[in-house]
Antibody, heavy 118, light 107 residues
């Protein structure tokens, strides 16, 4: 059974880059899923789709972060990564990775909290 | 971007009540819509995909309907474990967008 586990630094200073990883177990990043997605949720607020990477390598990003975000896959580590440059307080959120099944996002990680603060 | 307007933003209901949540898309999205349930401190869980298909393992009291711009999630008889926040998500085109959420609370 596919399992996703996000990890990250927890605390990032404003204007610095953020790097998160999603480790996949029970499957391969290069074959198990048609795509992988990242979604975030600021404290007490709703869900925001960040971006999706397809098995082909194609990526799609939310315009709200498009100029700052990169999603990629590392087959050697069986991970999906999210990189966000020049973070601000508005990037403080719980970040999830997710993969499809019959639905758009059937399998979710437990999320990793990122706080942007000096 | 397609806007997903979800209503109500919150509601209070009693166990056994029939609950209806709606999502309206700013343009037609065929049936490319899912419904998600999120409990405090937990990741969202898919309930409905393709607007009306029940995800495996989800109780049959949940149902979805609609196509085009107007969609509905119905809980036929609210149970204690259904108190949560519900979101719709369109994946018709990019950027994928969530509704703002509906918090279902105990009356």
């Amino acid at each position: 059974q596919l399992h996703l586990q996000e990890s990250g630094p927890g605390l990032v200073k404003p204007s610095e880059p953020l790097s998160l990883t999603c480790t996949v177990s029970g499957g391969s990043v290069n074959g198990t899923s048609y795509y992988w997605g990242w979604i975030r949720q600021p404290p007490g607020k709703g869900l925001e789709w960040i971006g999706t990477i397809y098995y082909s390598g194609s990526t799609y990003y939310n315009p709200s972060v498009k100029s700052r975000v990169t999603i990629s896959v590392d087959p050697s580590k069986n991970q999906i990564s999210l990189k966000l440059s020049s973070v601000t307080a508005a990037d403080t959120a719980l970040y999830y990775c997710a993969s499809p099944g019959r639905g758009t996002f059937d399998i979710w990680g437990q999320g990793t909290m990122v706080t942007v603060s000096s | 971007a397609i806007q997903m307007t979800q209503s109500p933003s919150s509601l209070s209901a009693s166990v056994g009540d029939r609950v209806t949540i709606t999502c309206r898309a700013s343009q037609g999205i065929r049936n490319d819509l899912g419904w998600y349930q999120q409990k405090p401190g937990k990741a969202p869980k898919v309930l409905i995909y393709g607007a009306s298909s029940l995800q495996s393992g989800v109780p049959s009291r949940f149902s979805g309907s609609g196509s085009g711009t107007d969609f509905t999630l119905t809980i036929s008889s609210l149970q204690p474990e259904d108190y949560a926040t519900y979101y719709c998500l369109q994946d018709y085109n990019y950027p994928w967008t969530f509704g703002q959420g509906t918090k279902v609370e105990i009356k």
